[in-house]
């Protein structure tokens, strides 16, 4: 490799970072912005370097006749040597460098520093499952992906999840029924030393989804008649109260049953057109497959489901209508924006929405609409009141009766809602 850096050249790197801090705010923001695109650029080199090391090792192993399956033994633990990880994790991002060969558009954007090395893990596993064009496929319209930089992991998945859905969804099916085979439980100590311990459970999205909304709300309820824990400590002990049967006075109340949120295309629902796949509010993508499951099982297990219509905007794909005169989001309008962002708005943030807010303050004259309102989590929506607002892309869209130009075609979805029985107790 002609362009390899000289150890010279690398160490020099770290003159200036490893320098006293100077400047005022603003200088030492924008640092901070430029060190991590570095950063994840380094990565990528790392990436780039672990191919030349496989493709090294090999040509050494064949030289002194190892058998070809052989002969890239050694390849990960010594990358993982170098680089100060774990022999499991160097197999990992050696995996990886050879699965972004055949993503170069997404290759390009780890090494321009719009990925972190996680990120591009992400977006390559669901890359994986795909084959021959449809992988081709995937790689551009993921790299066409606008404003992927300020986006967060968990946006980045979904996107990613969004698009092999749309190219191959029985190969998306095929995988969830395999994983669905391996969901269990883990007890874990924390690496501490204070008494505590993880519980672990792999479920299925929609079992979580339910379990976590189902705690969630007996939570709420608790603090609201003054249990003197917080939110977080409530939603532990009711989960042991549930599962034991014991726990603190006024948590062993049974399970309720929950509403569940799905929203896909009508065409979906009733076509089988699987050009779009269903959304599970507040947890993203999921094939329009399981999504028909979910209603069907709701349906014969004599469930409450509710069908509302919505449309989005087919240049988007973003949910479109709906305002309010009042200064509060009416609990409709609320929802209406929870189903169209489906995470916390702030670029990087991929956290649950707890919070729905004006992008532009009431005071300021905005207005309380779907244009002017944006789902955020409690620590962002918070933060926003000393750093000020974050744009996020893509903004959020006017509604077409307030668009200056012309009338946008709106494409009908379904909001599918349908109640969730859990049984947890033993």
Request: glycine fraction near 8%; include cysteine; hydrophobic fraction near 40%.
């Amino acid at each position: 490799m002609t362009d390899t850096l000289t150890t010279e050249q690398i160490r020099g790197f770290g003159v200036p970072v490893t320098g006293p801090v100077d400047g005022g705010l603003d200088e030492i923001c924008a640092e901070l912005g430029e060190l991590e695109t570095l950063k994840h650029q380094i990565e990528a080199r790392q990436a780039r370097l672990a191919l030349e090391v496989d493709r090294l090792m090999r040509e050494r192993a064949a030289a002194q006749g190892v058998p070809t399956q052989r002969q890239g033994k050694g390849v990960a633990e010594l990358v993982a040597r170098e680089r100060r990880i774990s022999p499991a994790h160097g197999r990992t991002v050696v995996a990886l460098a050879k699965q972004l060969r055949g993503l170069p558009q997404t290759f390009d954007l780890f090494a321009a520093g719009d990925l972190s090395e996680h990120q591009a893990l992400v977006v390559a596993r669901e890359a994986a499952i795909l084959e021959g064009p449809d992988r081709l496929a995937f790689d551009i319209r993921f790299a066409a992906t606008a404003g992927v930089k300020e986006m967060g992991t968990r946006k980045i998945a979904h996107r990613a999840q969004a698009i092999a859905l749309g190219l191959d969804e029985e190969a998306v099916v095929r995988r969830r029924d395999k994983a669905v085979a391996d969901r269990h439980v883990t007890v874990q100590p924390t690496d501490r030393g204070d008494g505590m311990g993880w519980l672990k459970a792999l479920l299925p999205i929609e079992q979580l989804a339910a379990i976590k909304d189902d705690l969630a709300t007996a939570a709420d309820t608790a603090v609201a008649l003054g249990v003197d824990a917080t939110r977080s400590q409530v939603m532990a002990d009711t989960l042991v109260a549930r599962l034991t049967g014991t726990g603190p006075v006024g948590l062993e109340q049974p399970a309720q049953p929950m509403t569940i949120d799905l929203v896909m295309t009508a065409e979906a629902l009733l076509e089988h057109d699987h050009r779009e796949p269903a959304l599970l509010a507040g947890y993203g993508p999921i094939p329009n497959q399981l999504a028909k499951r979910l209603i069907e099982t709701a349906v014969l297990d004599l469930q409450k489901v509710e069908l509302r219509r919505l449309f989005t905007a087919p240049e988007t794909g973003e949910l479109v209508t709906m305002e309010s005169k009042a200064r509060l989001f009416p609990k409709a309008l609320a929802q209406f924006i929870r189903l169209r962002d489906q995470l916390c708005r702030t670029p990087g943030c991929g956290a649950t929405i707890a919070h729905i807010d004006h992008v532009e303050d009431w005071d300021s004259g905005g207005t309380t609409t779907v244009a002017n309102g944006e789902g955020l989590c409690r620590q962002c929506n918070w933060a926003k009141q000393v750093i000020g607002h974050q744009h996020s892309h893509p903004p959020p869209l006017l509604t077409p009766s307030a668009s200056t130009g012309p009338a946008i075609p709106r494409r009908p979805h379904l909001v599918i809602g349908y109640d969730a029985d859990l049984e947890l107790a033993a």
